[in-house]
């Protein structure tokens, strides 16, 4: 069980309203379609999570009361209708924002860079008709986006904010943690930081009592209000279209008054240079949208070009960590054999000072042993043919030592990464 179910299970109240950004996880879905809420939205940025949540939808015939929304969340009205996000290998790490320090983290992570619709908050709170009237849950898991879904509006309606962040930018360039602290004090909520089983993550606990009767009256106010000024602009957009129509008919007159005071040749003549006109705006039109055709192209291919280029350096990479992990494992090898290569020579050795304290020995008994001297000479100088032996052997491990040596010191002068790694 993650920390953020765990958490949003021991809230002391059981949420009418539950508002998901980002679930990260199939249990934290499957507890929302599965509860007592009367109204759930899911937000979901990943497709996959998202495909999930519509099915459990299905499974549990909540199509009336769940909305699943696929796309990445906004508090304010989006400039465009996509946006670019970063998909990574591992469920729950999908981000609007670009991968910084999550790499440091979890290195095995990678991304690809898709394009995913906007999604208004707003627009969906208003559709449910989420107050702080009733005990409402909002669980935030954005990747360092949260700021960006935590509007004056928000803030107000949910009485419970559950929002997963953390203190450095492992997305983006800045603190998210701090941002959503700043966003949390502006608006005078209490909070607690509470860290999760797995750091750097934090978890931003906010929670408010509310006078449920104050609220309805207020809330019922606004929207009686809302209705008024809806109304009103309107009335007032429908005279804006009246005056515009009389400004229209205005400009007609004065229009017409001036053709009949004007003569027939000065009418010609403005003609004319109007006409003229208009052929050099036409030229220059023309030259304007051949430039503009070519800037376009000129950024479509430096756009491709910085494609290919990081291309090429991960797959340096990729490449370089290679070369260095085969360098350790031959470097560990030869090491090995060398120290077997050693205790070889040490026994060598120690068996060649045996066999010179039997060859006195047998010096004594020269005439009683003379068959046996001869097979303890042969012995000998076995012996000694194994160690030139080992001897040539150890001279060669030491030339490819010194070989692999000077290949690892080329690659740290051709790649100096290398030499930082080593000396961190």
Known sequence: MSDMLRMAKGLSVQPKNIVILGAKSESLLSWAVESSASKVLIIEPEKSLAERARLLVSEQKRSNSVIVEEGVPLSDNP????????????VGYTSSLMPSKIKKVRPALKFKEEVAKTVLLSDCMNKLGISECEPSLLITQLNGAESKCISPQVL????????????????????????VKTLLAQAERDFI????FAPP??????TKSTDLTAAKEYYR????????VDALVKENQELKISLKSLRVEVSDLKDSKKEVLLSESKLNKKAEEAKANLENLKVINHKLESELSKSIEIKDSLIKESESLKQGKDECDAELNNLIEQYSSDKLKWENYFEDSSNK?????????????????????NLKLSSDLEDLREKYRTKIKSEEELTLLINELYEKLRQASDFYLKLEKKYPEIADEKNI
């Open 221 to 228: 106010q606004r929207n009686h209000h809302e209705n008024n």
């Open 201 to 206: 993550f934090v978890m931003v606990v906010s």
């Open 79 to 90: 400039q465009r209708d996509e946006l670019p996000i970063f998909i990574g290998n591992l």
């Open 345 to 365: 020579i040490a026994e060598a050795k120690n068996s060649e000072r045996k066999l010179m304290e039997t060859l006195d020995i047998t010096s004594k008994l």
């Open 193 to 196: 930081v509470v860290p999760e």
């Open 156 to 179: 107000t309606d949910f009485t419970h904010l559950l929002i997963q962040t953390s203190q450095p930018p492992l997305f983006g360039d800045e603190s998210p943690l701090a941002n």
